[in-house]
């Protein structure tokens, strides 16, 4: 297990399963997008295996990360990978967002990693709630998801930048080396104005 505070833990050191996982390289690109403090509030949205939640809480000792998921198996990985990591800052939210974030603490980070189709729900209740300056954060894989991130900020006078990330990964094949492409993937911020 890393002992390093830098984010970029190897993907094989989490407990996968068959859940969805935001990759090492995107996950360090995303994380840098949230631009955390000590003592942000972080909601995880689509949590899948927890790692943008687990390299999230070891970054922020003094702050929150509030891990959502809906999905039965994720739930447990995500469980499990709190546990091997020793992250005591984060709670996990099982359910459907937004349906289960009532009552729950005011973030001024939000990263939205899966979102069904619930994407405008969760970026509505997210928009009403944070302060000037709060980010959010989006991975996207569809031109779709990517089109209405970027609408949905642009039209709640957010300032927006987005990165898409075409990374590929040495792999030996026999005596030789190739790079092997990992799905391109687009990092959506937007950061809240007056």
Do not use: M, W
């Given at each position: 297990m890393n002992k390093f505070v830098t984010p970029g833990i190897k993907d094989e050191n989490f407990i996968r399963g068959e859940v969805p996982m935001t990759k090492e390289e995107v996950r360090i690109i995303s994380l840098s997008k949230l631009a955390l403090e000590p003592d942000s509030?972080?909601?995880?949205?689509?949590?899948?295996?927890?790692?943008?939640?687990?390299?999230?809480?070891?970054?922020?000792?003094?702050?929150?990360v509030l891990a959502v998921e809906k999905e039965a198996a994720a739930v447990?990985?995500?469980?499990?990978?709190?546990?091997k990591f020793g992250c005591r800052n984060v709670k996990l939210v099982?359910?459907?967002?937004?349906?289960?974030?009532?009552?729950?603490?005011?973030?001024?980070?939000?990263?939205?990693?899966?979102?069904?189709?619930?994407?405008?729900?969760?970026f509505n209740y997210f928009n009403?709630?944070?302060?000037?300056?709060?980010r959010i954060v989006a991975n996207a894989v569809t031109m779709e998801t990517t089109y209405e991130i970027i609408t949905l900020l642009e039209q709640n006078n957010y300032s927006v930048g987005a990165v898409n990330i075409n990374s590929s990964s040495l792999k030996k094949v026999g005596r030789k080396h190739i790079w092997q492409a990992a799905n391109p993937v687009a990092v959506i911020w937007g950061v809240k104005e007056e």
């Open positions: 509030i972080l909601y995880d949205i689509g949590a899948g295996t927890g790692s943008i939640t687990v390299e999230a809480a070891r970054l922020i000792v003094d702050g929150k447990a990985l995500i469980k499990q990978n709190i546990v099982e359910g459907t967002a937004p349906d289960c974030l009532i009552s729950l603490p005011i973030p001024d980070r939000v990263f939205i990693g899966g979102s069904g189709e619930n994407l405008a729900s969760i009403d709630r944070l302060e000037p300056g709060g």
